[in-house]
């Protein structure tokens, strides 16, 4: 087991605590999803893989507009997670586990729509690795279809390379909830540690590691016209209502 399997199975349970609401952000993601899908020409009849599904967020939000979602994950810890939230939610969702460097290994089929959302993509250490998760990722693709992915703007944080992210403060019944992420910088990697400080009744804190690599939007958007793209845009957080830059390319 990987450090980012290791890192997901072990914050399952708690990684809604970094929503002040999840229920409403699945709403609100799908609807910035689904205003892109729109975009590009896609109704709710397509064929979507969640190729990073973690608990659900995204893929249950789209299922409830009427999607037909496919999701997998790297972390049998979020697919369990995932597979009891689609079921309280009423959405009939396929899960599988899966790399997204090998999604070929688990699914023949090919998808109208991939999305991997929620800067899964950077969890790929060195720029070969990318390369593999992309190329991947677009043979899962139909011919015209579209692939969707948000990173952190690492174009702007590797100018000053921040050592933490601010704070979440989130009000509950009995008390408030922070979640916040220390940054350890080596060069374009960097380790990252997510702390979620329970408030309430009784004071409890949680911490979690992992690694990243600060990928900038040119090599994205390089691998994506290299592997079969016609074309890649990305769209920033004032154009989309989303916490983070998305790029949609179209195979």
């Given at each position: 087991m990987n450090i980012t399997?290791?890192?997901y199975d072990s914050m399952a349970a708690q990684y809604d605590k970094l929503f002040q609401?999840?229920?409403a952000a699945t709403r609100e993601q799908a609807g910035i999803l689904d205003r892109l899908f729109r975009e590009y020409g896609y109704d709710r009849?397509?064929?979507v893989l969640d190729c990073a599904c973690g608990i659900g967020t995204q893929a249950i939000g789209l299922a409830a507009l009427g999607y037909a979602v496919t999701a997998s994950d790297i972390s049998d810890g979020e697919l369990a997670q995932?597979?009891?939230?689609a079921a309280k939610n009423g959405v009939q969702i396929r899960f599988e586990h899966a790399d997204f460097c090998r999604l070929s290994d688990t699914f023949t089929e090919p998808f109208d729509i991939v999305i991997a959302m929620d800067n899964a993509l950077p969890h790929m250490l060195t720029g070969r690795a990318l390369a593999a998760a992309v190329k991947s990722i677009l043979g899962q693709l139909r011919e015209g279809g579209?692939?969707?992915?948000?990173?952190?703007?690492?174009?702007?944080?590797l100018t000053t390379r921040p050592p933490y992210s601010p704070p979440y403060i989130h009000k509950t019944d009995k008390g408030q909830r922070l979640s916040f992420q220390t940054w350890d910088w080596q060069e374009e990697n960097y380790r990252l540690t997510q702390y979620i400080i329970e408030d309430e009744e009784t004071l409890r804190i949680s911490r979690f590691a992992c690694e990243y690599?600060?990928?900038?939007?040119?090599e994205l958007t390089k691998l994506l016209l290299d592997n079969g793209?016609?074309?890649?845009?990305?769209?920033?957080?004032?154009?989309?209502g989303f916490y983070q830059p998305i790029v949609a390319a179209r195979k």
């Open positions: 399997q290791t890192f609401d999840w229920q009849t397509a064929r995932a597979r009891d939230r579209l692939f969707v992915a948000s990173i952190r703007d690492y174009d702007s944080l690599r600060a990928t900038r939007r040119e793209c016609s074309a890649a845009a990305w769209k920033f957080p004032e154009e989309t």
